[in-house]
T-cell receptor, first 115, second 113 residues
Framework: DTEVTQTPKHLVMGMTNKKSLKCEQH?????MYWYKQKAKKPPELMFV???????INESVPSRFSPECPNSSLLNLHLHALQPEDSALYLC??????????????FGPGTRLTVL | GESVGLHLPTLSVQEGDNSIINCAYS??????FIWYKQESGKGPQFIID?????DKRQGQRVTVLLNKTVKHLSLQIAATQPGDSAVYFC????????????FGRGTSLIVHP
């Protein structure tokens, strides 16, 4: 199984809503990532979890709150978002072999629209 | 067909032609480079990678060339097919023990049947 799954595929929310994005992998990978991708732009790194601990937070606003409940799951909790937060949110995982050469596997993304 | 990547974000080719997608990277300390393909509505998909101690690596129908002198990376696709139509991103890993690739701008490849 070389698949990263993400739910939901699409999400529309208002600025006062609270919602969560979910990501799951069963490849035994120990590094998981959240990226944000605007249309026609490259993915931008938001967070990295390594062995279930947050290792990188790329100065992301606190209205985005990541959570890694276990080694297979990664959540992104959303609260009080702004319309400019509308984007494709991608989850990825990699083995975290420590060799600095690690293939990332991406999920299909969640298309988020903030009204 | 050839793209200069940062200056020509769209490359149109005919089916069967060879395609060349170029990428200029920024950091001379980068030690690992990856090409990703992103089809519409999907996440990026790994195509091929190359370490900084190599200058060429071949896969199935794809070849990556690395020129560290001018900090330039290219992806060559042989006998391009309509299924190759996608946005292609190069990514560099700056190293230092952690694997955090930084994505380049991307080039849209359009293959005409």
């Amino acid at each position: 199984d070389t698949e990263v799954t993400q739910t939901p595929k699409h999400l529309v929310m208002g600025m006062t809503n609270k919602k969560s994005l979910k990501c799951e992998q069963h490849m035994g990978h120990r590094a998981m990532y959240w990226y944000k991708q605007k249309a026609k732009k490259p993915p931008e790194l938001m967070f990295v979890y390594s062995y279930e601990k947050l290792s990188i937070n790329e100065s992301v606003p606190s209205r985005f709150s990541p959570e890694c409940p276990n080694s297979s799951l990664l959540n992104l909790h959303l609260h009080a978002l702004q319309p400019e937060d509308s984007a494709l949110y991608l989850c990825a995982s990699s083995q975290e072999s420590g060799l600095a050469v690690d293939t990332q596997y991406f999920g299909p993304g969640t298309r988020l629209t903030v009204l | 067909g050839e793209s200069v990547g940062l200056h020509l974000p769209t490359l149109s080719v005919q089916e069967g032609d060879n395609s060349i997608i170029n990428c200029a990277y920024s950091n001379s300390a980068s030690d690992y480079f990856i090409w990703y393909k992103q089809e519409s509505g999907k996440g990026p998909q790994f195509i091929i990678d190359i370490r900084s101690n190599m200058d060429k690596r071949q896969g199935q129908r794809v070849t990556v060339l690395l020129n560290k002198t001018v900090k330039h990376l290219s992806l060559q696709i042989a006998a391009t097919q309509p299924g190759d139509s996608a946005v292609y991103f190069c990514a560099e890993n700056i190293g230092g023990g952690s694997y955090i690739p930084t994505f380049g701008r991307g080039t849209s490849l359009i293959v005409h049947p």
